[in-house]
Structure formats: structure tokens, C-alpha cells
């Protein structure tokens, strides 16, 4: 957690340098495009500060107040996140229509894109670094981040072309129309933001491709149970819990049935990394005909 904690921090300082880039790229030109830019790096600025809130919290114990943990924390993150970019396209909408009513030209076009690249270079590699962390670690807050800054380099892009655009033709116009663009971009990855977020906190369950990797754990490290139902999983930012019903013989010791489930425990913890394993034993008159996974004789 602390490596995680360390990312998020970092995507801080990244984020300010990025923000000082694109806004002194703005200065220089007084373009519209370049100030939707620049504008939506205060966003990264803030969601990373939340970030780093919501992994320290994630990170705490669990506790009587949180018997299962504090992992949902980061999920509020990505949410947050999420709404902070509609609001900065809204902002840029603004902007750019006020814009259109008056259009100017742009002052040393050439010094503001320069500025601009390298800001674009630095979210690339460090947008990169973001999502394979936060995938490797299983971290909504760090992939969401990520896929934010992803989103961003799209938009500088787009921003340099227009820009680009605007100085061979000369059509003043493209520039709010490109602010719009961006505005657009900007609210369609605060959507996805938000909808992935919040299926997270409505506890999702795993995807299909985990799911079948639980249920052959299941299958294979069962023997001497009759069978398994009922299968449930969920997420918890890193977290997965993942609980069963097993089916054993009424007659099986408490010993003996103990052990069954301490080999899936501990089977199904190695195949799916954080994960919480519960399970329910039954005796064999609470076997079931569908939701059914037939251990290994």
C-alpha cells in the first residue's frame, strides 16, 4: 500500500508540472484549445491529491465499525474524479462560447505548441507507469488515474493538430471548436469514470474470465466434498471476496471437513491475489441440481 501511496503522490507532482506546462503553453498564445487543456490538468492535480487520501484510508485495518475493511475508499476517488471532469467540461464549454464571439489571432503559436508536446510526453510515460501499477495491484484509484491521463494525452493531441490547424489556414474558428471537441472527449471519460465507479461500490461481481478461474480452483482442490452451489463473488477495490456453499457427507468430522475447506481457502487465495474466501458447509440433503461444481474423486 505504501508503494501505491508513493504512485499517487507522485501522480501529484507529475500532474503540477504538467498543469505549469500547458498553462504557460496558453499564456503565449491565448488559445482556447491550449486553455481546455490546461484546464483539465487541474483536474488530475486535484483527483490525484484524492487519490492519495483514498488509499491511505483503504489502507487501514478493519475495525468494529468496518469489520470487512476500508477498501471501497478508493472507489470515492475514482467517483470523485469522475465528477471534477464534467465539471472542467462545462468550464471549457463556457469558455470556448465566448470564445466564438470573440475570435483573435494566436500569439507565437509555435513557442505554445513546444510547450504543449512536452507536457504531452510526461502524461504519456507517466499515464503508462499509472495503469500497469494499478492493474498489477489491483488499484481503482491509481487505474482510474491512469486511464484519466490516457484520456488527457488524447485531448493535447487532438489540441496540437488543431492548433497546428489554425496557423496554416488561418481559421480563428477552430480554435473554440477544438475547446468544444476536447469538452466532449473530456465528458464521455468522466462517464465511463463514473459508471465503472459506482458498480464497484454496488459490489460488481468479478468478470466472467475470474469467475472460471474460481470455479476450476473449486473443481480441482474439492475431493471428498459431494459438491459446491451458490457461488458468489464480489469486489472491493483490491479486494475480492468470493463465498460458496460446500456439500459434504453428514457423517464427515468437523476435522474432516475443516481441512476441505482450508485446501480451497488457501487454493483459491493463490489463483485469485487478495481474495476473502467464505465457506458455508452443508450436509448432502442440502445438495442442489444447478449452480452445481462437481469435485474431482
Same mark, same amino acid.
Given at each position: 500500500?505504501?508503494?501505491?501511496?508513493?504512485?499517487?503522490?507522485?501522480?501529484?507532482?507529475?500532474?503540477?508540472?504538467?498543469?505549469?506546462?500547458?498553462?504557460?503553453?496558453?499564456?503565449?498564445? =491565448?488559445?482556447?484549445?491550449?486553455?481546455? %487543456? @490546461?484546464?483539465?490538468?487541474?483536474?488530475?492535480?486535484?483527483?490525484?491529491?484524492?487519490?492519495?487520501?483514498?488509499?491511505?484510508?483503504?489502507?487501514?485495518?478493519?475495525?468494529?465499525?468496518?469489520?470487512? !475493511?476500508?477498501?471501497?475508499?478508493?472507489?470515492?476517488?475514482?467517483? *470523485?474524479?469522475?465528477?471534477?471532469?464534467?465539471?472542467?467540461?462545462?468550464?471549457?464549454? &463556457?469558455?470556448?462560447?465566448?470564445?466564438? /464571439? %470573440?475570435?483573435?489571432?494566436?500569439?507565437?503559436?509555435? &513557442? =505554445?505548441?513546444?510547450?504543449?508536446?512536452?507536457?504531452?510526453?510526461?502524461?504519456?510515460?507517466?499515464?503508462?507507469?499509472?495503469?500497469?501499477?494499478?492493474?498489477?495491484?489491483?488499484?481503482?484509484?491509481?487505474?482510474? %488515474?491512469?486511464?484519466? *491521463?490516457? @484520456?488527457?494525452?488524447?485531448?493535447?493531441? $487532438?489540441? /496540437?493538430?488543431?492548433?497546428?490547424?489554425?496557423?496554416?489556414? $488561418?481559421?480563428?474558428?477552430?480554435?473554440?471548436?477544438?475547446?468544444?471537441?476536447?469538452?466532449?472527449?473530456?465528458?464521455?471519460?468522466?462517464?465511463? *469514470?463514473?459508471?465503472?465507479?459506482? $458498480?464497484?461500490?454496488?459490489?460488481?461481481?468479478?468478470?466472467?474470465?475470474?469467475?472460471?478461474?474460481?470455479?476450476?480452483?473449486? /473443481?480441482?482442490?474439492?475431493?471428498?466434498?459431494?459438491?459446491?452451489?451458490?457461488? &458468489?463473488?464480489?469486489?472491493? !477495490?483490491?479486494?475480492?471476496?468470493?463465498?460458496?456453499?460446500?456439500?459434504?457427507?453428514?457423517?464427515?468430522?468437523? +476435522?474432516?471437513?475443516?481441512?476441505?475447506? +482450508?485446501?480451497?481457502? %488457501?487454493?483459491?487465495?493463490?489463483?485469485?491475489? +487478495?481474495?476473502?474466501?467464505?465457506?458455508?458447509?452443508?450436509?448432502?440433503?442440502?445438495?442442489?441440481?444447478? +449452480?452445481?461444481?462437481?469435485?474431482?474423486?
Amino acid at each position: 500500500m505504501i508503494t501505491t501511496v508513493r504512485y499517487a503522490v507522485g501522480s501529484v507532482l507529475i500532474g503540477i508540472a504538467v498543469f505549469a506546462l500547458k498553462y504557460l503553453a496558453f499564456a503565449v498564445t =491565448g488559445s482556447a484549445a491550449l486553455y481546455s %487543456d @490546461a484546464l483539465e490538468s487541474i483536474i488530475n492535480i486535484v483527483a490525484a491529491g484524492a487519490a492519495v487520501v483514498a488509499l491511505r484510508i483503504s489502507a487501514m485495518p478493519a475495525d468494529d465499525n468496518h469489520p470487512y !475493511g476500508h477498501h471501497k475508499a478508493e472507489y470515492f476517488s475514482a467517483v *470523485l474524479e469522475g465528477v471534477l471532469i464534467v465539471i472542467a467540461a462545462l468550464a471549457i464549454f &463556457r469558455d470556448a462560447w465566448q470564445t466564438f /464571439f %470573440d475570435l483573435h489571432a494566436l500569439n507565437a503559436p509555435m &513557442r =505554445g505548441l513546444l510547450l504543449n508536446a512536452a507536457a504531452t510526453v510526461l502524461n504519456t510515460l507517466w499515464a503508462i507507469v499509472l495503469v500497469r501499477t494499478g492493474r498489477r495491484v489491483k488499484s481503482p484509484a491509481l487505474t482510474a %488515474d491512469g486511464r484519466h *491521463l490516457f @484520456a488527457d494525452v488524447v485531448t493535447s493531441v $487532438g489540441v /496540437f493538430v488543431g492548433v497546428v490547424l489554425v496557423g496554416l489556414t $488561418g481559421w480563428l474558428w477552430l480554435d473554440p471548436a477544438i475547446a468544444i471537441v476536447v469538452a466532449i472527449n473530456i465528458l464521455w471519460s468522466g462517464w465511463q *469514470l463514473v459508471r465503472e465507479s459506482v $458498480g464497484g461500490l454496488m459490489d460488481e461481481a468479478v468478470s466472467e474470465d475470474e469467475l472460471d478461474r474460481i470455479r476450476t480452483v473449486i /473443481f480441482h482442490h474439492s475431493k471428498g466434498a459431494y459438491q459446491a452451489h451458490d457461488l &458468489r463473488t464480489r469486489h472491493a !477495490g483490491r479486494r475480492t471476496f468470493v463465498d460458496f456453499h460446500l456439500v459434504v457427507a453428514g457423517e464427515m468430522s468437523v +476435522d474432516g471437513a475443516h481441512a476441505i475447506c +482450508d485446501r480451497l481457502e %488457501d487454493a483459491i487465495e493463490n489463483e485469485i491475489a +487478495d481474495s476473502t474466501v467464505t465457506i458455508h458447509v452443508e450436509p448432502e440433503a442440502k445438495a442442489k441440481v444447478s +449452480d452445481v461444481y462437481l469435485p474431482k474423486k
